[in-house]
Every structure is written in structure tokens, then in C-alpha cells.
């Protein structure tokens, strides 16, 4: 069962052991892992630190509109190998996944580590409520999830940089009124820091926010935008052609034909036709996974090479088409790709949405990503990857509308909605100002190439003005490219958005 909408991790990764793969989640927001470093960690002075992976433990409010519930424990990292007395503290949560996995975000390896090295800082992460294991409760059912908000987000992270006594020699002294906090975040937890720059100002001296999807949407057609505009143009062509020709015999309700295309791509078990067109966007969610350094081997690119290399030809910029297509696109899925995201799953049970009752939908036990970022989808983001409105081209079928993926929000969340939500995005980017932010001393960073663009401040058309406080750039990178410190060595133009980003740190901080 899928769900075809927003959220894909970032990383390319088997779905063959998944119960059930999801495209409403495989398009999901997120930051890109690394690998923790293993030498050892030591302070200026040469003293030993803790392991990187040491975790320690908050006591988070449950509800900040009502304390006296009490607290949860809340995980975090830290490093303070750079640390010197009056540096800053430079906060990111990693946002809608487990952190463990992401304590390299503590080194120089990422521009966290390369902030707190040039000013002198302590590097903190810090696990958002309801991933991993910081959970107020220990389910994930509708009733926890309602203390799942941007909100209650935002308040964590303004309650932890105010109360919490750091493990590391005058940690119970750096809090915001006599230490400078820097929040920094990538993608999701990149608009998290600017919602939080805007919804609580003063807290956070400073915040650099990478791929930041600032502006909630429900429509998000625009998630394919700059994959059809870098991806080459044969295969932009050929899969522009094989989605044309999905839309016309659909609209023609022409269901002989729409059996036939199924079972081209091996997934003629599937029941639904918004099923298919919700399985073939998963090629195009691999494009998420693209970082400056790939290589000719990645999955997007075996797909693409696959649909337009014929005998070591390469078609032209006109593809080779729509026969060709259908035969070519449906073999890398029967020989390829089927396997990557089913394993030996039936095609219904792996990529169907219209059976509640299998564990995917009902699992309500803590840790599982996919359900707590589904809820904030349902209620507040959006996001939902569709197909673009007629007229424009169209490498998603114009199947998938909102309707699709809303759906989906009733089969996990019966109990919370017993008709297709709309999600609440306008009060949204109200609230936290969306496109409109306007503060003091935010740096966005952003990429050409990245499939959320059109949600940042970068957005086409937006033409937001770059100013000395808050500074836009934008590198030739994809999604969150600037995060991580190698990425900058490929990528020159990536390099001048982290050193851009690091200046504004220098001259805020002096």
C-alpha cells in the first residue's frame, strides 16, 4: 500500500523489506544521514570527550499550553571539541525521522560542525517530539499525536535552549540571555527554524536554514518542477510521453488499455489505476536522493539510462518514444525496480491503498516515522505530490490530485477523520509568514536542483529579495546539497553558499 505523497527519505534505500512501501512518504522532507565519524573526540585543551553517540535526556514539557501534565524525555547529542568559553550554541533537530544515525550533524563534516569550529562552539542535536524515542506517550495513536503541532515543536526548542543544563564544563550557563543560540535545520526542520525565528523572536540569535519549506502546501505539483527541468531531456521526454498516454485512455475510461499498461510495468495485480499512477512516481522520487558527488550508478540515472540507451545510443532530446517508452520504462520495473521496493510482496498488498486493515495503516507502536510525519501532513503541511494543472507539462499523472493522498489520512487515522481533511496550510503559513518571513539575521540556502525548491524562499516567481539580514543563496546543489561539508568540495557553487553562510555567522556573532 502507498501512499503517493510527500516524503521520501532522502537516502537511497531498499523498500523490499518494508511492509508496505509508501510514495506519500518516499517524497518526505528530511535532511541526508553521514556517517558518524569514528576517531576520537577531544576538547581545545586535549581532554577526551564522550562518544559522539553518547545520549542524553531532557525534561521536556508534554504540553506547553498545559505543564502540569508533566514531561517526556527528550533525546539529545552533543559535541563541544571546538568549544571555547563565550562561543555559541548551534542547535538543529534532524526534524521528521530517528535521530540516531545523524550525530555526524555534531562535526566539521557538516556546516554545524564547520559554524561551531570557525565561532568557537558547541554543536547540539536535539530529536523532535514523536520520532525515535522521544515520545510524550508510548503509542502513536490519534489521541498522543494531537500534541504533535508545529507549535508544540517550536516551543520545544525554545523551552530546551532555556532550561537545559549541557553536559560540558559551564553547560548550566549558556543559556540564550548570556549565550548566543544559532538554530540551524534542512529541509522540514529548515522551516522549522525560521517558523521559530518568526513565531518566537529573541530567542535564537541566529539560523541558517537549508532547503527550508517554508511555505505549507496542499497542491505541491511544483515537487516535480526542477526533476523534469535538470533530469535529461530524452527521459523528460519519454516519461512526459508514457503519462499523456495514461491520462488519455483514463479519460477515456478506456480499461482494456489501462490492464494493458499495468501489466507492461509487471503491476497488473494492482486494482486501482490511482495506485499505478502513484507507483510511477517512485522513479522520480530517486531524483531526492541526488547529491552534488553522484555517480552514474545511482538509481535515478540506471532508470533514465534504461529508458534512452538503446545498443550504447543515446536517443535525442525528443526521446525515443511512446512505444519504446511503455517497453523500456516497464522492463526496468520487471527486471529492476519491482524488486527494489516489493522484495516478493504481490503488487496489491505492496502498492495498494485501499486495504485498512493491513498493520501498516493500524501499527501504533512509537518510532514509526512514516506515521507521526503522515499526521502532519494530514493536519497541517500538505505537500501532497500531485499531478500539475492542465496546460503545464506533466511527468505525474493528473490522477493524482489532494483527494488521493487525504484519503490516505482517513485509513491511518480513522478515529481522527471520517472524511478526506483538508490540511490546515493557509492558517499555516499565516502563522509562521510562509514565503512572507521577515527577520533579522536568517540565512536561507537552497538549491537549482532540488525537488522542494518551489516551497522555499527560492520558489519560481517568488523573486524574494536577498538582503544583509536575511540573506538568500542559491547553489547549483539538490536537496539540503550545503548541509554537508564535502558536498562543497565537489560543487563550487555549492562551497560559495556555505562560505556566504558562514561570513553572515562571523559578522552576526562578532
Request: charged letters at 15%; glycine letters at 8%.
Amino acid at each position: 500500500m502507498v501512499l503517493t505523497v510527500v516524503l521520501a527519505t532522502l537516502l537511497s534505500i531498499s523498500f523490499a523489506d518494508a511492509a508496505i512501501p509508501n510514495a506519500m512518504l518516499r517524497g518526505r522532507p528530511g535532511i541526508p544521514q553521514i556517517p558518524v565519524p569514528e576517531r576520537p573526540v577531544t576538547s581545545p585543551n586535549g581532554t577526551a570527550l564522550p562518544p559522539l553517540t553518547t545520549v542524553y535526556y531532557f525534561d521536556q514539557l508534554i504540553d506547553h499550553n498545559n505543564p502540569s501534565i508533566g514531561t517526556f524525555q527528550q533525546r539529545y547529542w552533543m559535541n563541544y571539541e571546538f568549544y571555547e568559553a563565550a562561543g555559541p550554541i548551534i542547535l538543529m533537530t534532524p526534524g521528521e525521522t530517528d535521530a540516531d544515525g545523524y550525530e555526524g550533524y555534531l562535526t566539521n563534516d557538516t556546516i554545524n560542525g564547520m559554524i561551531a569550529q570557525q565561532q568557537q562552539g558547541a554543536t547540539v542535536l536535539i530529536e523532535h517530539r514523536f520520532f525515535g524515542y522521544s515520545n510524550p506517550y508510548d503509542n502513536l495513536t490519534s489521541q498522543s499525536l494531537e500534541l504533535l503541532t508545529i507549535q508544540q515543536a517550536i516551543d520545544d526548542l525554545v523551552y530546551f535552549a532555556q532550561n537545559v543544563d549541557l553536559p560540558m564544563p559551564g553547560g548550566d550557563n549558556v543559556k540564550p540571555d548570556t549565550t548566543p543560540w544559532v538554530l540551524v535545520g534542512g529541509s522540514y526542520s529548515g522551516a522549522l527554524t525560521s517558523w521559530t525565528m518568526v513565531n518566537k523572536p529573541g530567542i535564537f540569535h541566529a539560523g541558517y536554514a537549508s532547503s527550508g519549506v517554508v511555505e505549507a502546501i496542499t497542491d505541491y505539483y511544483g515537487y516535480f518542477t526542477p526533476i523534469r527541468e535538470y533530469m535529461p531531456q530524452n527521459c523528460s521526454s519519454d516519461v512526459q510521453a508514457v503519462i499523456a498516454y495514461l491520462d488519455q485512455i483514463h479519460a477515456e475510461n478506456n480499461t482494456a488499455a489501462i490492464q494493458s499498461l499495468k501489466e507492461a510495468f509487471g503491476l497488473g495485480g494492482l486494482s486501482h489505476v490511482d495506485d499505478f499512477a502513484a507507483a510511477l512516481q517512485f522513479n522520480l522520487f530517486d531524483w531526492q536522493s541526488l547529491q552534488p558527488d553522484i555517480g552514474p550508478g545511482t538509481l535515478f540515472f540506471e532508470f533514465c539510462d534504461a529508458l534512452e540507451v538503446k545498443g550504447g545510443v543515446s536517443a535525442p532530446a525528443t526521446g525515443w518514444g511512446l512505444q519504446n517508452a511503455i517497453y523500456s520504462w516497464g522492463s526496468f520495473w520487471n527486471d529492476t525496480y519491482y524488486a527494489y521496493v516489493c522484495g516478493t510482496t504481490d503488487a496489491e498488498t505492496c502498492l495498494g491503498t485501499y486495504n485498512t486493515s493491513q498493520a501498516y495503516w493500524t501499527d501504533v507502536s512509537v518510532n514509526n516515522a512514516n506515521r507521526s510525519w503522515f499526521w502532519m501532513v494530514c493536519n497541517q503541511v500538505g505537500y501532497y505530490q500531485v499531478g500539475p494543472p492542465p496546460g503545464q507539462p506533466a511527468i505525474v499523472s493528473r490522477i493524482l490530485q489532494p483527494v488521493y493522498d487525504e484519503r490516505q489520512c482517513v485509513n491511518m487515522f480513522p478515529q481522527a477523520f471520517s472524511s478526506p481533511p483538508s490540511p490546515s496550510v493557509g492558517e499555516v503559513d499565516m502563522m509562521y509568514a510562509g514565503w512572507n518571513v521577515n527577520v533579522d539575521r536568517l540565512f536561507f540556502a537552497n538549491g537549482l536542483r532540488d525537488p522542494w525548491r518551489e516551497a522555499t524562499v527560492s520558489a519560481d516567481g517568488l523573486y524574494k529579495a536577498s538582503t544583509m539580514t536575511q540573506p538568500i543563496y542559491e547553489g547549483d546543489g539538490f536537496h539540503c546539497s550545503d548541509l554537508i561539508t564535502e558536498n562543497g568540495i565537489v560543487d563550487e557553487t555549492v562551497h560559495a553558499v556555505q562560505m556566504a553562510g558562514l561570513g553572515y555567522m562571523k559578522t552576526w556573532l562578532a
